[in-house]
Nanobody, 124 residues
């Protein structure tokens, strides 16, 4: 079992930056691929970014490529999402997810463990 706790969300103006953190506990973090997903009001949850167990492989949604960076610190059992050049359309609840295998995926149904989410609001 993996417990995930996100932090770092908040209100920011367009063009600003935020860094989300997701602290994991309960299982060997370094064996898990990690992902970030988001869900805006009235919309389905969508993939944002994913990273494999070592951090060597990352994936991004086209909508955030070049603006967001996913990274991990296995010594701290934490995954991060650095978000730059934020846009109002980035407003959503952001969820951290863990996959019980080392390889990353862009598909939400392949992640078995989820955090409670953190709200990100970008004002225009």
């Amino acid at each position: 079992q993996v417990q995930l706790v996100e932090s770092g969300g908040g209100l920011v103006q367009a063009g600003g930056s935020l860094r989300l953190s997701c602290a994991a506990s309960g299982r060997t973090f370094s064996t898990c691929a990690m992902g970030w997903f988001r869900q805006a009001p009235g919309k389905e949850r969508e993939f944002v970014a994913a990273i494999n167990w070592s951090g060597a492989t990352t994936y991004y949604a086209d909508s955030v490529k070049g603006r967001f960076t996913i990274s991990r610190d296995n010594a701290k059992s934490t995954v991060y999402l650095q978000m730059n050049s934020l846009k109002p359309e980035d407003t959503a609840v952001y969820y951290c997810a863990a996959r019980g295998v080392p390889l990353a995926s862009t598909r939400s149904y392949e992640y078995g463990h989820w955090g409670q989410g953190t709200q990100v609001t970008v004002s225009s």
